[in-house]
Structures are given as structure tokens and as C-alpha cells.
């Protein structure tokens, strides 16, 4: 038995439930967003099942390595790469009704993604004594990095590198987290303030196409 020192305090412990619940929720956005994203390719079974697996765990597991806490956590709790695996066989399951799933709806999935993983992954960055700007940084890398890693696999620019509000999407998300938080809002309420910041910035910015400057290529 643990001494009494070694006791995890309850609001401590609530936080980390929620922290995973928010974890295992993204892994699943994220998962099926991936795999309609793989069928929309053309991918065969096995592609839609990588490409769910890495764009659901991708950013995580950089964020871990970043963090030292490794082996990642998605390699050590076997309900990350069960959630992943589920997300993308849903999609092959469903794959008549959501073979032509328009462009905007998928976007709208990846911005929920989007907004679950980057307070998780700014959460965790604070919980293990991250600095903010850490923080926020790791955040955006667990938001972006699955999409990055997917993108890449289907030799696309990927879409945190266009002009797109996403990667600065995550950043505000993590940002409006921090501020909260130093405001002394509780963590649940902190990383609902962050979700929706990071979601609706990026929802309008795919309704509204928003985009951020370019730089024109030289004549």
C-alpha cells in the first residue's frame, strides 16, 4: 500500500481522468478522420488502418519523446492503439455511407481533433513541469503532428505548412488553456476555454477560408 504522502489527491486524480478521457477522445476524432482520409486516397485496408493509427497517435507520441516520457504512453496503455485500430476499421465498416463525405465536413472533424489534442497535450506538458511556452509549443505539436505525419504519408504539403489558421489555431488554443489557468480557473474549465478557442478559430477559418499571408513567388 502506498503511504499516505504517495496518495494521488482527488482533484489530481479528476484531472487525470479528464486527461485521458480528452486523450482517448481525440485518438478517436482524430482515428476517423484519418481513415476517411485514407479511403477518400484510395488506400487499400491496410492504408486506411495506418493512416488512422498514425494521424490519431502521431502527435502524441512526438510529445512524449519531446517530454522524455517514454516509451510514449500510446505503446504502454493498450486503449490508444485499440481506440486508433477502432476509428479506422468504423470507417471501412461505414465506408458505402461515407464514401463521399464532402471536404468540409472532414475538415470540421479535424478541427475537433485538433482542439481535443492540443489542450491535452498542453495539459500534460504542465503536468509534468513544463514551462508555459513549452507548453504551448507541445500543445500545437500534439494538435498538428498526426495531420503532418498523415500528410506526409500521402506525399502532400502538409496542412500545418500551407496557409491555412491551424497550427495557429493550436497555439491560441493552448495560449487561451495558459491564461486561464493563471487567471486561476480550474483545469477542466481551463481546457474547455482553450478547446473552444482552438475549435471555433479553426472552424471559421474553414467556413470563411480564412487564410494567413503568403509570399509571392519572384517573377
Known sequence: ???????????????????????????????????????????????????????ALGGGMVRDVLLGAVPPLALQDWRYATTAFGGGALVMLLSGPLGHVPVTPLLILDAAGLALFTVTGAGKALSLR??????????????????????????????????????????????????????????VLAASVGAAVCFGLRTLAVLLHWKLPGILPQP
Open 130 to 187: 513544463a514551462t508555459p511556452l513549452a507548453a504551448m509549443l507541445l500543445g500545437a505539436i500534439t494538435g498538428a503532428g498526426g495531420g503532418t505525419i498523415r500528410d506526409v504519408l500521402l506525399a502532400r504539403v502538409p496542412l500545418v505548412l500551407r496557409a491555412d489558421v491551424y497550427a495557429v489555431a493550436a497555439l491560441l488554443g493552448a495560449g487561451a488553456l495558459l491564461l486561464a489557468r493563471r487567471l486561476g480557473a480550474s483545469a
Open 1 to 55: 500500500m502506498r503511504p499516505a504522502s504517495m496518495e494521488m489527491s482527488p482533484s489530481r486524480r479528476m484531472s487525470r481522468t479528464l486527461l485521458t478521457a480528452g486523450d482517448l477522445a481525440g485518438t478517436f476524432v482524430f482515428a476517423v478522420e484519418g481513415g476517411l482520409t485514407a479511403a477518400r486516397a484510395g488506400l487499400d485496408v491496410l492504408g486506411i488502418l495506418v493512416l488512422a493509427f498514425a494521424t
